[in-house]
C-alpha cells in the first residue's frame, strides 16, 4: 500500500517524463510497467492501456522476448541501479523496428522500496548505419579498433576474428593498456600523438613471436577531437604488411648487391683495365663505364656521342678500319674486334682492344654494345717477348754455329789422328801394338768427350731425335768389347758381355744411341773397376709377335756409390766423389746424357751400389722387331774387318776432301779395302772429274771454300743422279741432317770414321750398284 502512496505522490515526475522528448516510463520493483508517455505510445504504436503491466512486452518479436525478461529479471534479482537492453519491436504501422531501453532505480529514503524510470529511443536508422558500416569495414583485410579519449576501446571491426589474439567482445571497455599489458606503450603513443596533433601517425612492428615471420602497421587516424574525452574517438587500424616489408627488404638486398656487383665491376675493370660501353642506335646516346674514361684520360662530361669527336682518339688509317667494323656490326649484324693504338691526353700512346656485339631487336639492330681493353702493357710485353725470343734464337743460333765449327774444327783433325791410327791397327809390329792401342783410346776417349758436349747441347735445346734404323745387336756390343778390351786388360780385370740366346736377330732401333748408352755404361765401369769384372748382359723381358722388351745391365766389382750420392751422379757436371774424381779423369756428363737418353726411350736407368761392393746399373728398352725375310739395310760384316782387305776393288768412288791429311786418311782406308779413289780437294775440280768419269758414288766433304758440299752434292742430283752421294763431314749438328735430307741426301759419315762405318756404306753401294 506504501508503495502505491509513493507512486501517487510521484504525479510531478510524470508530468515530466510527459513532457520528454523520447518514449518514457516508470516501473514498480518487480517489473510491472505501470506508466508511460505519450512519445511512448507515438513511437511504439501500442496505447498506453495496452502497455500495463508486462502487457508491452506483446510488441517485442518472440526471439527477444525471453532475453528482455532475463535482463529485467536481472536487474530486480541483483537491485541494478541501471541497465541498459536493446530489442526489436513489431510496430502495427512501421514494421520491425530497433529499440533501446536504458533504465535507472529509484529508491526510498530508506531503501527498501524503489521503482524505475525508463526511457526508450528507436535507433533503427543507427543500428543500420551501423550494420552497414560493420559490413563495409568487414570486408577489409585490415583490424580496425575504435578508442575514446582515455584510450578506452569502443568498437572493434574485423574480417576475421581468428585475426584477434582474445575474442572480440573482450576487447570492449578496456583500455590498451589492460588489453596489450607490456606492449600498451607500442600502441599508445601513436594513439596519443594522434590526439595531440590532430594528424594520422603510424608505426610498423614484427609480429611480437619472434617464430612468426610477420610485420605489421599500426596507423592511428582521428576521428573526432571535440568534446569531452569520452565522446573523442581515434581509429587504430592494424595492417598486416609482411609483404611489403619483405618486397622492401629483397628490393633492398638486390639493391645492395647491386651496388656491391656496381662496386666489384669497377673494381674488376680497373684490375683488368677494361670498360664497357653501349651505343643505343634509336636514341644517339653512349653510354660508357668509369673504366673507358679512365682508359681514354677524359672527364665523364666527354662527348662521347659524338662519333668524329671519339675517332679523334685514332690514327687516320685506324679510322676507317674502325667505321667500317662499325657498319659492318649494324648492317651485316656480325660481332668485331678490333685494336689500335691511340693518342691520350697525357701525350701517352696506348694500345686498345675494342669488342663490339650488335644488340638485335624484331630482327634489327637497335643497339651496339662490347668492351674496351687496354692492352698496352700486353702489347709492351709481347713486344719484349718477341724481342727475347730473337736474342734468344740468335744466341741459340750463335750457340748452334759455334758448336757446329767447333765440332767441325775439332772433329776435322781428329779424324786424321783416329784415322792414321786405325790405319797403323791394321799394318803395325807387334812392338807397336800397345803404342797403337793406347793412342786408339785415348783418341776415342776425346771423341766421346766431344760426342757428350755436343749432346748436351742438343738435349738443352730439345733437338736430339732417335732413329729408327736396323741394329745389330751381336756387332755392336762385340765393337764395345773391342773398344775396352785393352783397358781392361792393362788393369787387370775381365770383361765379360752376355747375350741372352731369344733375343731377336733383327731389330729396329737406334744403334748409335744405344751404343753411346752402353759405351758410357761400360767405360764408367772399367774407369772405376781396379779388380774383379765388368759384366754387360742382355736378357730378354718379355716378347711379341712385332716386339721384345730387353733388360739391359752392366755390373761390375768397382768402389761403389754410397746411397746420398747415386741421384747426384746422374746430374750434369756431376761424380761421385771428389777423391775419386781425381783419381779418375772425366767430365761427369756421361751418366748425365745416358739419363736423358734412356728417358728419351721412354724409360728410366736404375742403380744398385754399396761402397766397396761394386755398382749395378740397368734398364730396359723396348725394340720393334724385323722379320727375317726382310731384305736387311746392314751388309753383313765378318768379325775382323782384315776379311775385306782388296775385296771391293771393282768400286768406282769420287772422295772430294779439302783437308790434305782427312783426304790422305780416306784413300788409304779405302785402297786397303782395294778401291783406288779419284781424289778432288772442292767442287770445281770434282766437277771436272765427273764429266770425265762414271763414279758409283761420292764421297763429298760438307764445308770446303768455293763451293759447299750442300751446292756439290744439288749439283750431282740434278746432273748425276746414278751417283750415290755420302756425306763425309765433322758437323753432326741435328740440322745438319734436315738441311740435307730435303736435297734428297741420306747418307752421312761422320768424322772421324771406323773402318766398319765405312766398311757398311761401300758394301751397301756394292749390294745396290751390283759390282
Not at 775385296?647 to 783437308?659: A, F, Q, R, S, T
Not at 763429298?700 to 763451293?707: S, Y
Request: aromatic share 8%; hydrophobic share 40%; charged share 25%.
Amino acid at each position: 500500500m506504501e508503495g502505491k502512496n509513493t507512486r501517487l505522490q510521484d504525479k510531478d515526475v510524470q508530468n515530466v517524463l510527459q513532457q520528454a522528448p523520447f518514449g518514457a516510463f516508470q516501473a514498480d520493483m518487480h517489473g510491472n510497467f505501470y506508466f508511460f508517455n505519450n512519445e511512448w505510445e507515438r513511437i511504439t504504436g501500442l496505447p498506453q492501456q495496452q502497455s500495463l503491466g508486462r502487457e508491452w512486452l506483446s510488441i517485442i518479436v518472440p526471439e527477444d522476448r525471453e532475453a528482455v525478461l532475463d535482463i529485467i529479471n536481472e536487474a530486480i534479482q541483483r537491485r541494478l541501479e541501471t541497465f541498459t537492453f536493446q530489442y526489436h519491436i513489431s510496430h502495427p504501422e512501421k514494421g520491425i523496428r530497433y529499440f533501446r531501453s536504458d533504465a535507472r532505480a529509484i529508491y526510498s529514503q530508506d531503501g527498501s522500496e524503489y521503482y524505475f524510470i525508463g526511457f526508450i529511443q528507436d535507433i533503427t536508422e543507427q543500428k543500420e548505419l551501423s550494420s552497414y558500416l560493420h559490413s563495409m569495414i568487414s570486408v577489409i583485410e585490415d583490424i580496425i579498433f575504435e578508442l575514446d579519449g582515455h584510450l578506452i576501446f569502443r568498437q572493434v571491426w574485423v574480417k576475421d576474428e581468428s585475426a584477434l589474439f582474445m575474442p572480440r567482445e573482450q576487447f570492449i571497455g578496456k583500455t590498451v593498456q589492460e588489453v596489450f599489458g607490456d606492449l600498451a606503450p607500442l600502441y599508445s603513443r601513436p594513439i596519443q600523438e594522434a590526439f595531440r596533433t590532430g594528424k594520422e601517425t603510424s608505426i610498423e612492428y614484427p609480429h611480437i613471436d619472434p617464430a612468426v615471420d610477420k610485420w605489421y602497421r599500426a596507423k592511428a587516424v582521428p576521428v573526432e577531437l571535440k568534446g569531452e574525452l569520452s565522446g573523442q574517438r581515434i581509429a587504430l587500424i592494424i595492417q598486416e604488411i609482411t609483404d611489403r616489408v619483405k618486397y622492401l627488404q629483397e628490393l633492398t638486398n638486390i639493391q645492395e648487391v647491386l651496388e656491391r656487383n656496381n662496386q666489384l665491376l669497377d673494381f674488376s675493370q680497373q684490375l683488368s683495365d677494361t670498360g664497357g660501353w653501349e651505343l643505343n642506335l634509336e636514341t644517339g646516346e653512349t653510354f660508357w663505364t668509369k673504366q673507358v674514361y679512365a682508359i681514354y684520360e677524359v672527364s665523364e662530361d666527354f662527348d662521347k656521342s659524338d662519333l668524329d669527336k671519339y675517332l679523334a682518339f685514332f690514327q687516320p688509317q685506324d679510322q676507317l678500319i674502325i667505321r667500317e667494323r662499325i657498319r659492318k656490326g649494324i648492317e651485316e649484324q656480325v660481332n668485331y674486334v678490333f685494336e689500335a693504338l691511340i693518342n691520350v691526353p697525357s701525350g701517352r700512346n696506348k694500345w686498345i682492344r675494342v669488342f663490339g656485339v650488335p644488340i638485335i631487336k624484331a630482327e634489327k639492330v637497335v643497339a651496339l654494345r662490347g668492351a674496351v681493353m687496354n692492352i698496352t702493357r700486353e702489347k709492351e710485353d709481347a713486344m719484349r717477348l718477341l724481342n727475347a725470343k730473337n736474342e734468344a734464337e740468335q744466341a741459340t743460333k750463335a750457340k748452334a754455329d759455334f758448336l757446329s765449327v767447333m765440332s767441325h774444327e775439332i772433329r776435322t783433325p781428329l779424324n786424321g789422328i783416329i784415322g792414321i791410327t786405325n790405319l797403323l791397327k791394321l799394318k803395325h809390329t807387334p812392338a807397336q801394338k800397345e803404342i797403337v792401342n793406347n793412342l786408339l783410346f785415348s783418341a776415342d776417349h776425346l771423341l766421346r768427350l766431344i760426342n757428350d758436349i755436343l749432346d748436351l747441347s742438343k738435349m738443352e735445346n730439345s733437338k736430339l731425335e732417335l732413329i729408327q734404323a736396323e741394329i745389330d745387336l751381336p756387332g755392336l756390343i762385340r765393337n764395345i768389347r773391342n773398344q775396352f778390351s785393352s783397358l781392361a786388360e792393362v788393369k787387370g780385370i775381365r770383361l765379360v758381355s752376355l747375350l741372352d740366346q731369344e733375343i731377336p736377330t733383327r731389330l729396329i732401333g737406334d744403334p748409335t744411341r744405344l751404343s753411346q748408352i752402353l759405351n758410357n755404361l761400360v767405360s764408367n765401369a772399367v774407369k772405376y773397376t781396379d779388380r774383379g769384372t765388368v759384366t754387360l748382359s742382355i736378357q730378354v723381358v718379355a716378347r711379341k709377335e712385332q716386339n721384345v722388351s730387353l733388360h739391359f745391365s752392366v755390373k761390375d766389382t768397382g768402389v761403389g756409390i754410397p746411397q746420398e750420392l747415386q741421384q747426384a751422379i746422374f746430374e750434369d757436371f756431376r761424380q761421385a766423389q771428389q777423391d775419386i774424381q781425381r783419381a779418375h779423369s772425366g767430365t761427369g756428363l756421361g751418366l748425365a746424357i745416358t739419363r736423358r737418353l734412356i728417358e728419351l726411350h721412354h724409360s728410366q736407368i736404375y742403380l744398385d751400389s754399396k761402397p766397396g761392393k761394386g755398382s749395378e746399373f740397368y734398364f730396359e728398352l723396348s725394340f720393334e722387331v724385323l722379320d727375317t725375310d726382310a731384305p736387311s739395310a746392314l751388309p753383313a760384316i765378318s768379325a775382323e774387318i782384315s776379311a775385306y782387305e782388296q775385296k771391293l776393288g771393282g768400286l768406282n768412288i769420287l772422295l772430294v776432301e779439302d783437308n790434305h791429311v782427312n783426304l790422305m786418311v780416306t784413300r788409304e782406308q779405302m785402297e786397303y779395302f782395294g778401291i783406288i779413289p779419284h781424289c778432288a780437294v772442292g767442287g770445281a775440280d770434282a766437277l771436272k772429274l765427273l764429266k770425265l768419269n762414271t763414279y758409283h758414288a761420292a764421297f763429298v766433304d760438307l764445308h770446303m771454300p768455293d763451293m759447299d758440299g750442300y751446292q756439290l752434292s744439288a749439283i750431282l742430283n740434278e746432273r748425276y743422279p746414278g751417283t750415290e752421294i755420302i756425306i763425309f763431314t765433322a758437323d753432326i749438328m741435328s740440322d745438319v741432317r734436315i738441311k740435307l735430307a730435303k736435297t734428297g741426301v741420306h747418307t752421312i759419315l761422320n768424322k772421324p770414321f771406323v773402318p766398319e762405318e765405312m766398311l757398311r756404306i761401300l758394301l751397301k753401294i756394292k749390294e745396290e750398284k751390283m759390282v
